[in-house]
């Protein structure tokens, strides 16, 4: 079996990264991503549960709604004093154990320099959809110095948090969560033009016009990892995948088009030793896959990327070498924290049972899934329901409590600071070893 205990990060993370001065190591949430234990590697009970939720900044709360006022949605996320006053908003109000960026998965298009707008109540709408060939090969390329506005709000957002931990008299600070749109997902925008329910377009494209395909989802993994780098570089200590609608494709198809892809972007942060969160909606069909995709970021070729059986070539030798009692890669090659997001249409027990032990020989922690219709039932109704997805999260190997996807804007804002405090009022346990 192989055992990963060395959390020695990574030296291609700045001297004054929050994980490599210890600001953010120790906090709960990191605990969860590793395990339940402490960043020596012993098992260890966090200080309390951690929870935060995704599109916890946002409309529902009022101060976000005031700040936004006459700004546009992407305009606010490049306004470096804006994204991170609104990323802190949430932390402010609810204590939650991470702020996610305030930022969204097309920014890297609109810094590209791609025609791209988010429609209020609609979603991102491009200017001309990208549907042939000469399209993809028209698209700009992605100039690191655009990033410096995510990279300003970023260094802005970690010292706000270190302030809040000072003032709140707190050992640990709150880390900072930056993500990125994996390629599948960003790639239906930029196929449909707009949001779309079938995203039928760019499943023609993958398979009708392959070479299309390839080549816009290997753009789509550089703009994506680059995106998430430029976050961790300057300071976030875990990096979320939003594969949102990874769940409308067959396993044999998500295997074949986009978990190469996937892992290509993943491949940008795979050196950085910070917790990969890889999250979806309605993907029991690939959840195993899901998590070999960022167990073999690291292995997996930036450039040049094909569509091609990398991860099940992976994931098959892994196999063989598990049955064999033998390890298949290098642990040191292999991604060190992998978490899965699970949504609320698939219960946890059953997403930790389903999963079994990873290439780490351990159950992998899950994050999720509080179904966010509950946030509107009775207060009684809505505490059994977090209980019972706190005593299913229990069997997975580590948990950080979440939504099952994104806070509805009119859900009210007590509600979620209610079930942040319930949460964290549960007792809280090592990881097994
Ligand atoms: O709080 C957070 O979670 C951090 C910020 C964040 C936003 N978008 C802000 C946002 C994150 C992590 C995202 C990711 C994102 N963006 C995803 C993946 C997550 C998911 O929800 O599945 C997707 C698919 C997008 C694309 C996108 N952007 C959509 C579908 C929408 C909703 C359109 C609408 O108005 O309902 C957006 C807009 C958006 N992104 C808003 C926010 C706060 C709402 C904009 C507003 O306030 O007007």
Redesign the pocket.
């Known amino acids: 079996m192989v055992t990963m205990t060395s959390t020695t990060p990574a030296p291609s993370l700045p001297a004054d990264h929050p994980l490599v001065t210890g600001l953010t190591t120790e906090a709960p949430l990191l605990n969860q991503y590793r395990g339940g234990r402490d960043a020596a590697g012993n098992p260890a009970a966090p200080a309390r549960q951690p929870v935060w939720?995704?599109?916890?900044?946002?409309?529902s709360l009022p101060e976000?709604r005031k700040l936004?006022e006459g700004t546009t949605?992407l305009d606010s996320?490049l306004n470096p004093e804006m994204a991170s006053e609104i990323?802190l908003q949430?932390v402010r109000r609810h204590d939650v154990d991470a702020a996610?960026?305030?930022?969204?998965?097309?920014i890297p298009l609109r810094l590209a320099g791609v025609d791209v707008e988010?429609?209020?109540?609609?979603?991102?709408v491009l200017g001309s959809p990208v549907r042939t060939l000469e399209d993809v090969r028209a698209l700009p390329e992605l100039d690191e110095a655009a990033f410096a506005p995510i990279v300003e709000a970023v260094e802005l957002t970690t010292s706000g948090l270190k302030d809040m931990a000072a003032e709140a008299d707190r050992d640990w600070v709150t880390p900072l969560i930056g993500?990125a749109?994996a390629p599948f997902?960003l790639a239906a925008?930029m196929v449909e033009g707009k949001?779309s329910k079938e995203h039928l377009a760019v499943r023609t494209m993958m398979k009708a016009n392959t070479e299309t395909w390839n080549e816009l989802a290997a753009w789509a993994a550089r703009a994506s990892g680059a995106f998430m780098r430029a976050q961790v570089m300057a300071g976030a200590s875990a990096a979320?995948l939003?594969d949102?609608?990874a769940g409308s494709l067959s396993r044999a198809d998500y295997l074949e088009y986009v978990a190469p892809f996937s892992q290509a972007a993943l491949s940008h942060v795979a050196d950085l030793g910070v917790p990969v969160i890889h999250?979806g909606?309605g993907t029991s069909q690939i959840l195993d896959v899901m998590r070999a995709v960022v167990e073999f970021a690291r292995i997996a070729p930036q450039e040049p990327v094909e569509s091609g059986p990398s991860v099940l070539q992976a994931m098959g030798e892994a196999l063989a070498a598990k049955e064999e009692g033998r390890t298949a890669h290098d642990p040191a090659s292999l991604t060190t924290y992998p978490v899965l997001g699970v949504d609320y249409r698939m219960n946890l027990r059953e997403a930790a049972d389903q999963l079994g032990a990873g290439t780490n020989g351990r159950r992998t922690p899950l994050q999720g899934n509080i179904d966010p219709a509950m946030l509107f039932a009775d207060a009684e109704t809505l505490h059994q329901h977090v209980q019972a997805v706190l005593a299913d999260g229990a069997s997975a190997g580590g948990h950080v409590v979440n939504l099952g996807?994104?806070?509805p804007?009119e859900t009210n804002p007590e509600v979620l600071t209610r079930v942040v405090e319930q949460i964290h009022s549960v007792e809280t346990h090592p990881g097994q070893d």
């Open positions: 939720f995704m599109r916890q900044a946002g409309r976000y936004r949605m996320c990323t949430p996610i960026f305030f930022s969204d998965i097309v988010i429609k209020p109540g609609v979603g991102p993500f749109g997902t925008y949001p979320q939003f949102s609608w999250f909606t996807h994104g806070v804007p």
